[in-house]
């Protein structure tokens, strides 16, 4: 099992900007792909972005499409997610996973323990 911690959450103003990063204990990392997910509270987890292997493609939710962007160091084992003109409906915890480049979250096993971010207007 991989294990993976993301960090960088916290609170932020709308217009703000975060970077989420995830670190993932795999040596092989550089052959998974990598997404993003949220949970808002009293929703389901949510599919946000993902990003292939070697970064050459990159797919998002149409609610986060130009405002997010995802990107992956392979020789840090990180995959990222910069979130730009954060809107109070972005709050949520946000999870890291691999394996896939899915909308859903049936096709992923692993799961960090997720990072809260909190938007305020």
Excluded: H
Excluded at 8 to 15: D, I, S
Excluded at 61 to 85: C, E, H, P, W
């Amino acid at each position: 099992q991989v294990q993976l911690v993301e960090s960088g959450g916290g609170l932020g103003q709308t217009v703000g900007s975060r970077r989420l990063s995830c670190a993932a204990s795999t040596r092989t990392f550089s052959s998974y792909a990598m997404a993003w997910f949220r949970q808002a509270p009293g929703k389901e987890r949510e599919f946000v972005a993902s990003i292939t292997w070697n970064g050459d493609s990159r797919y998002y939710a149409d609610a986060v499409k130009g405002r997010f962007t995802i990107s992956r160091d392979n020789a840090k084992n990180t995959v990222y997610l910069q979130m730009n003109s954060l809107k109070p409906e972005d709050t949520a915890v946000y999870y890291c996973s691999l394996g896939s480049i899915s909308t859903m979250t049936s096709r992923y096993r692993d799961w960090g323990q997720g990072t809260q971010v909190t938007v305020s207007s």
